[in-house]
């Protein structure tokens, strides 16, 4: 179900209506959590059911949309499938490597190409879309390998995406605003240049937490959770990152996770855009069709990568 941080029946008039009416629709269904029982196959079934179900996608004019695969990470053995997506008119502003959410566990190009799409859009980025390998098949570290994998990839190729000698920038929601923040601690210690990291409702610390993150993380999970490629807020130091954009809404499971990060991204000195909208929940970028205020806070993210991009 939609997970909140603050109790919902005690405050239902502050959460997004539509939001209220997405959780409603899905309890009345009876459909179990998406990572319920533990089968990576069985979980990815479920999203494409409930998100048909509950939150279409959004139609968005697009430009032109490119499959490609990028050359596998050291020892996986599978190049990584991704997508160009660019935007549908005007000069690109540069250049956006993408990581979808989903828990580590579900999610693909397909699920979060209307991501994509509006962010070359209205950021006007030539997004590389990356399908990262999913957990529990594939568990730590083969996501955020394959995430490291495609920035060099785009920081060696940015002729082929927003153009050479523009600026090159990080996203990613949920899980994937985990690998974005993950990249961009690789990004500063390996001299990658980045324009920005754009965060969307990013889980930072994964140490403690019962769900997908143990799908994720595997045999000795809270280990594996203290190191900073899995928990970016467990860095030595955050200095001399990119500059961040986080997004976030206070009904959000990881709302804490995301004022912490934002909170140690202040004290060590680094660029913050901070953005907290007060009515919504975990999962906004993906219900624009459904609830106006995700779309607004959508637009208003778009508009701060743009303003990045081009500063």
Not at 166 to 171: D, E, N, T
Not at 199 to 210: E, F, H, N, R, V
Not at 212 to 218: A, I, Q
Request: hydrophobic content about 45%; aromatic content about 6%; some cysteine.
């Amino acid at each position: 179900m939609i997970q909140e941080s603050k109790d919902l029946m005690s405050d239902p008039l502050a959460l997004d209506p539509a939001l209220v009416e997405i959780d409603r629709r899905w309890k009345a269904s009876g459909i179990p959590d998406l990572y319920a029982g533990g089968s990576g196959p069985v979980s990815r079934e479920r999203a494409i059911n409930i998100r048909a179900f509950l939150y279409p996608k959004p139609q968005l004019p697009q430009g032109a949309i490119e499959a490609i695969e990028l050359p596998a990470p050291t020892g996986s053995g599978r190049p990584i499938p991704a997508r160009i997506v660019r935007p549908v008119r005007g000069e690109p502003t540069g250049t956006l490597v993408y990581y979808h959410g989903g828990g580590w566990v579900v999610g693909d190009l397909d699920s979060h190409e209307a991501h994509a799409i509006r962010l070359a859009n209205e950021a006007g980025v030539v997004v590389l879309n990356v399908d990262y390998r999913l957990a529990p098949e594939h568990p730590f570290p083969a996501a955020i390998d394959d995430a490291e994998a495609a920035l060099v990839w785009a920081a060696a190729n940015l002729t082929r995406l927003g153009g050479a000698g523009k600026p090159l920038a990080v996203g990613g929601d949920s899980a994937g605003g985990n690998l974005a923040a993950a990249v961009g601690l690789y990004a500063r210690d390996r001299g990658i240049a980045l324009a920005a990291q754009l965060l969307i409702y990013a889980a930072t610390d994964l140490a403690g937490k019962p769900g997908p993150e143990r799908m994720y993380l595997g045999d000795d999970a809270e280990r594996k959770a203290s190191d900073p490629r899995a928990s970016p807020l467990r860095a030595a130091t955050l200095r001399g990152l990119a500059p961040v954009i986080i997004g976030v809404g206070p009904y959000d499971f990881l709302y804490r996770d995301n004022l912490a990060y934002a909170q140690r991204l202040r004290e060590e000195g680094v660029t913050l855009v901070m953005r907290e909208f007060p009515t919504l929940n975990h999962g906004f970028f993906s219900y624009t069709a459904v609830s106006q205020d995700s779309l607004a806070a959508a637009l208003q993210l778009c508009a701060d990568l743009r303003a990045l991009m081009t500063d």
